[in-house]
């Protein structure tokens, strides 16, 4: 179950740097998730060399050597006999019968205020906030603030990476990688602490058509009609995917959030004063994170609400 989380941090962050890098200043939201699930589905009927370079994509190349010994088959179908009964167990601890969510969040946490929200020009927009306890990195190397809200009983969380001081949001974008990730949001580094919480109140509906991505990240065979290889799906020839598309929508007000589809020298934690402040009125990342599994639903980037 650790390796699945980490290829799907892994495929979250590829698919964010090609938006980013295509949609400059732009707003973004997708769900990680339900891409990796969806492109997995299609794994199950792809063969040879269509089959691998999907699971290189997803980062389901890695996984095969720490599976259970009863996941494993001797398929020419690669790793997929292998994946998918843990995407199952994985699927499973996401939609469990009491879980209070059916991955749309919703919760009471904010009263409203209204601040300016920064992106080259200021904008008036309305501002939620919050004094509670929440875990809180302060990161030296870029300097940010990595805030950390609960929402279901601490069942799912949003991770919150604001620049702080002279840093801007592109240094935080180019350190970005599982290992920074890793550090910025590791539980050493999360400490409980009395904060002051500012976010801006905002909505995103976005829809992505994702061919030209996913064949710049190596998932090329599977579109074109000549070289793919979908015979698990049907015998015969000709079957390729035509276009993909991901649409994700997201809603940050005072109801709460509803969305539907280690050590080192950079990070320090710091003596704060009694209550810290995080005043998210400048452009910020987000993730929405399943907490036991460590899996990341849905990823983000506000430039401007």
């Known amino acids: 179950m650790a390796s699945l989380s980490i290829a799907n941090v892994e495929f979250c962050l590829d698919v964010f740097k090609e938006l980013n890098s295509n949609n400059i200043g732009d707003n973004i939201f997708f769900s990680p998730l339900s891409l990796l699930y969806a492109l ?17 994509v997803l980062h389901f190349n890695h996984i095969a050597e720490s599976l259970k010994p009863e996941f494993k088959d001797s398929s020419k179908c690669s790793q997929t006999g292998r994946i998918h009964p843990e995407l199952g167990v994985l699927f499973s601890q996401l939609n469990q019968p009491d879980s209070n969510y059916t991955l749309s969040i919703a919760n009471r946490l904010y009263g409203t205020k209204a601040k300016a929200f920064h992106q080259g020009k200021s904008v008036i927009v309305d501002m939620m906030y919050q004094t509670g306890t929440f875990k809180l990195a302060f990161i030296k190397e870029p300097r ?15 991770i919150i990476l604001l620049p702080v001081g002279t840093a801007d949001l592109e240094q935080i974008e180019k350190q970005l990688n599982l290992k920074t990730f890793s550090e910025w949001t590791s539980t050493s580094n999360m400490v409980e602490r009395e904060v002051d919480v500012h976010i801006p109140r905002f909505k995103l509906d976005i829809k992505y058509e994702l061919n030209s991505l996913l064949k710049s990240l190596g998932m090329t065979d599977v579109f074109s009609q000549i070289k793919a290889d ?18 994700a929508y997201v809603d940050v007000n005072e109801e709460g959030t509803e969305a539907a589809a280690a050590t080192g020298e950079n990070v320090v934690v710091k003596r704060l004063p ?13 993730f929405i994170r399943h907490v036991r599994t460590n899996t990341i639903l849905f990823c983000g980037k506000l430039t401007s609400p």
């Open 144 to 158: 940010m603030q990595v805030l950390e809200l609960p929402y279901i009983n601490k069942q799912l969380s949003m």
């Open 40 to 56: 997995s589905m299609l794994l199950l009927g792809a063969r040879g060399n269509c089959a691998e370079q999907i699971e290189k």
């Open 230 to 247: 979908l015979s698990g799906i049907s015998p015969g020839k000709g079957l390729y995917l035509s276009k993909v598309i991901h649409k």
């Open 274 to 286: 009694i209550r810290a402040q995080f005043m998210a009125n400048h452009p910020f990342l987000f």
